[in-house]
């Protein structure tokens, strides 16, 4: 069985057409689960935000369609616990997470989940669809490398995916989890994205590089892409908590040393002594999970990007 994740806040009726496209994609060839998670909580409300009908539509959608499901994430808004809370709640093998507001091009993930069933030992990591920024476009994107090291920086930016190839999937350093999928081997792995994680933002950078410091790959599958609706969502996310993201990843990936280069660096821009009290916050709650990653990791964050560049 495929598990397909997706985390909604106020993404009716797309929400609705990502579920469907889905289905319609694996049919009766695949033996496969939707998870939907809502993720409005008081978060959301104290933005002054009102909740649409995509939670009400989508719950009564799936007691009539077997292999939907919806849950509901409200402890905090949190993209990255929502995702967690899914796959908890499930036992399948593979997972595939997408957001809930994409339509995957015709075939592109049967036919990447049936060659990554096949393959995903030799690939011994993860593999992903190019990605459209917006629904009618056609431009194909990846993820490209950003390595800085005098900054303590390891970030990704968009860019081009190959137009022709004559393998079925190539390498890359980087890609986005909208259109992962991975075996629950890896997701355990890792550890799960940490639970740290707040709104957005950090939650690539930890998937990305920690599985490459602990020597696993990341792959582009050569089809069509995954449609994408490049929108503003149904919620705000703020400066600081993203910056706080962006810390748990660097120190989770990088270590100590690692993580005291970036915050370094950003102490140069406003509010930059607050950005030490965040690290010191995160070396105290996230030291299992990096004890974790430490015991498993087989080279360094520098090691490994210096392969890139």
């Given at each position: 069985?495929v598990?397909y994740?997706?985390?909604?806040?106020?993404?009716y009726?797309?929400?609705?057409?990502t579920?469907?496209?889905?289905?319609?994609e694996?049919?009766?060839d695949?033996?496969?689960?939707?998870i939907?998670?809502?993720?409005w909580?008081?978060?959301v409300a104290d933005?002054g935000?009102?909740?649409d009908?995509?939670?009400?539509?989508?719950?009564s959608?799936?007691?009539?369609i077997?292999w939907?499901?919806v849950l509901?994430?409200e402890?905090?808004l949190s993209h990255?616990?929502?995702?967690?809370?899914?796959?908890?709640?499930?036992n399948s093998?593979f997972?595939?997470?997408?957001?809930?507001h994409v339509l995957p091009?015709r075939d592109?993930?049967y036919?990447?989940?049936?060659y990554?069933?096949?393959?995903?030992?030799?690939l011994?990591g993860?593999?992903?669809?190019?990605l459209?920024?917006h629904?009618?476009?056609e431009?194909?994107?990846?993820?490209?490398?950003r390595?800085?090291?005098?900054?303590?920086?390891?970030?990704?930016?968009?860019a081009?995916?190959?137009?022709s190839?004559?393998?079925?999937c190539?390498?890359v350093?980087?890609?986005?989890s909208c259109?992962?999928?991975m075996?629950r081997?890896l997701y355990?792995?890792?550890?799960?994205w940490?639970k740290?994680l707040?709104?957005?933002g950090?939650?690539e950078n930890?998937?990305?590089?920690v599985?490459?410091v602990?020597?696993k790959?990341?792959w582009?599958?050569?089809?069509?892409?995954?449609y994408?609706?490049?929108?503003?969502r149904?919620?705000?996310?703020n400066?600081?908590?993203?910056?706080?993201?962006?810390?748990?990843a660097?120190?989770?990936f990088?270590?100590?040393e690692?993580?005291t280069?970036?915050?370094?660096?950003?102490?140069?821009m406003?509010?930059?002594?607050k950005?030490?009290?965040i690290l010191?916050?995160?070396l105290?709650?996230?030291?299992e999970?990096?004890?974790?990653?430490k015991?498993?990791?087989v080279?360094?964050i520098?090691?490994?990007a210096?392969?890139?560049?």
């Amino acid at each position: 069985m495929v598990g397909y994740n997706s985390v909604c806040v106020n993404e009716y009726p797309l929400i609705c057409s990502t579920i469907r496209s889905i289905g319609e994609e694996l049919g009766n060839d695949v033996d496969f689960e939707v998870i939907a998670v809502d993720n409005w909580c008081k978060e959301v409300a104290d933005q002054g935000q009102k909740p649409d009908r995509g939670h009400t539509m989508v719950e009564s959608m799936a007691k009539t369609i077997p292999w939907l499901r919806v849950l509901k994430y409200e402890s905090k808004l949190s993209h990255w616990q929502a995702k967690n809370l899914a796959v908890q709640d499930s036992n399948s093998p593979f997972l595939f997470f997408c957001d809930a507001h994409v339509l995957p091009a015709r075939d592109a993930i049967y036919e990447m989940f049936q060659y990554y069933k096949a393959c995903f030992d030799e690939l011994d990591g993860t593999i992903h669809l190019p990605l459209t920024y917006h629904l009618l476009e056609e431009k194909r994107l990846i993820y490209s490398l950003r390595y800085r090291p005098e900054k303590g920086e390891v970030h990704y930016t968009f860019a081009a995916a190959r137009t022709s190839m004559p393998m079925k999937c190539y390498e890359v350093p980087c890609m986005s989890s909208c259109g992962m999928l991975m075996t629950r081997e890896l997701y355990d792995l890792v550890g799960g994205w940490p639970k740290e994680l707040g709104i957005y933002g950090g939650g690539e950078n930890f998937i990305n590089f920690v599985l490459s410091v602990l020597g696993k790959r990341k792959w582009i599958f050569g089809s069509r892409p995954l449609y994408h609706h490049g929108e503003k969502r149904g919620y705000k996310w703020n400066f600081w908590d993203y910056e706080r993201n962006r810390i748990i990843a660097t120190y989770l990936f990088g270590g100590v040393e690692f993580a005291t280069r970036f915050v370094e660096y950003r102490e140069k821009m406003p509010g930059g002594n607050k950005k030490w009290r965040i690290l010191d916050d995160v070396l105290d709650t996230c030291k299992e999970h990096r004890a974790l990653i430490k015991r498993r990791q087989v080279l360094t964050i520098d090691e490994w990007a210096k392969r890139w560049i």
